[in-house]
């Protein structure tokens, strides 16, 4: 009985060990898996008239309670002027927002004055950060808004140039409000095409863009903005360099890129293969956001977790059988060793029953087995006898 109530609590204490171990394992890990809650932001779009105001709404859903919010939302200030709202500091083109309730839903209103026609995405910055209640940054995705900024029925169409000069270097053709295609070309050593462009409308506006010259073929494009939003582009196609030079930066070009793939040839089984080693990178890994990379190790530490329990399961129901086949396996040879014990202790008492009866038995004889004291007494009988009869 003590060796049964031994196993007993052995298996117990194993027992109890494992499921302590398996507690204090299992909280880690859910605190891991907690880290990874996702939370998603959406933006709604408005549009209005140029000086009118419109009230964009972004809302948060999250999977967990959120503790925590820091927030910032980025606006085309060319189209939009911050008004009012939930946010806590504006400036150039930036709205930032703390929130310290705790929700898994909650709304925040922004209203903007249409200050110039076109459109403005709204969107999250990369500084956005949601905390869950375990201290730990919630994998976030996010979906843009949009404001159009529409013009007014008065507001001029007129998007055409009034003049159009460069320098260095000639237009061609001759320049017309209405030809919106020229060609030039300039020396090698000049690097910038500087535009010279006056809109016919003085409430239109007019950006340059790609002024910056490479070798040889390069095209620069003039934008016209009417004050109704309306917009026409002038092309100015510029060569840069002579034919003969730029037939031979293009094969020095060629050349270089070249000894660049030689230089990164790799062999894979006995075949050669090439590749820019310029280019040979993980274009996926590189983009992955921080929020992406924290949702993949959830999933590696979920898949960690699960396996892990399932192998101290497996081990707790082996140590629980083999406890059990070694308790009932002992149990059975103290059984035996009783049934032992009882034979002998039956054995020896039938031995000493039989070794009693025969001492018994011969006591008579002892006691009938005349003695040399009684010899003498028979002698003098015997002498009595004789001399009676004589």
């Known amino acids: 009985m003590r060796k049964r109530k031994g196993h007993t609590r052995l298996l117990s204490t194993i027992i109890a060990f494992l499921l302590v171990f398996v507690s204090i394992f299992a909280g880690q890990n859910l605190k891991d898996i907690k880290a990874a809650q996702t939370a998603n932001i959406s933006i709604s779009s408005a549009s209005a008239t140029v000086g009118e105001s419109v009230t964009v709404t972004l809302t948060i859903s999250a999977s967990s309670e959120v503790y925590a919010t820091q927030l910032y939302l980025s606006y085309d200030t060319n189209i939009l002027q911050y008004v009012s709202g939930s946010a806590d500091t ?43 209640g375990n201290e730990e940054d919630m994998t976030v995705s996010s979906s843009k808004g949009s404001v159009t900024g529409k013009a007014a ?15 260095p270097g000639v237009l061609s053709p001759a320049f017309s409000s209405s030809t919106t295609y020229y060609t030039t070309s300039v020396d090698a050593d000049v690097e910038t095409l500087v535009v010279n462009a006056v809109a016919n409308d003085a409430n239109a506006t007019v950006s340059v863009k790609y002024a910056n010259l490479d070798m040889g073929a390069n095209e620069t494009y003039v934008v016209v903005t009417a004050q109704n939003g309306d917009t026409k582009t002038y092309t100015i196609a ?18 270089s890129e070249t000894e660049e793939i030689v230089e990164g040839e790799v062999s894979i ?28 190790v959830s999933k590696v530490y979920k898949w960690y ?70 010899e003498p007494s028979e002698e003098i009988e015997l002498t009595e006898i004789d001399k009676d009869e004589k």
């Open 90 to 132: 504006s400036g150039a083109g930036t709205l930032g927002l703390v929130n310290t309730d705790t929700f898994t839903s909650k709304s925040f209103n922004f209203t903007f004055k249409i200050v110039g026609v076109g459109i403005s995405s709204v969107s999250v910055t990369g500084n956005t950060r949601l905390i869950d």
């Open 153 to 167: 029925a008065n507001y001029s169409s007129d998007n055409t140039l009034k003049s159009l000069k460069i320098s």
């Open 238 to 255: 510029t060569t840069r360099g002579d034919a003969t030079e730029t037939e031979s930066t293009a094969e020095e070009e060629s050349q």
């Open 269 to 296: 089984d006995g075949t050669i293969q090439l590749y820019d080693a310029n280019s040979f990178v993980a274009s996926d890994a590189v983009n992955l956001s921080k929020a992406e990379a924290k949702g993949m």
């Open 305 to 374: 977790f699960y396996l892990t329990l399932f192998c101290l399961a497996v081990v707790l129901l082996a140590a629980i059988i083999i406890i059990s086949i070694q308790s009932v396996r002992l149990s059975k040879l103290g059984a035996n060793k009783d049934e032992s014990e009882e034979a002998a202790e039956s054995s020896e008492m039938a031995e000493s029953s039989e070794v009693d009866e025969p001492s018994e038995v011969d006591e008579p004889s002892e006691v009938d087995e005349p003695s040399e004291e009684d």
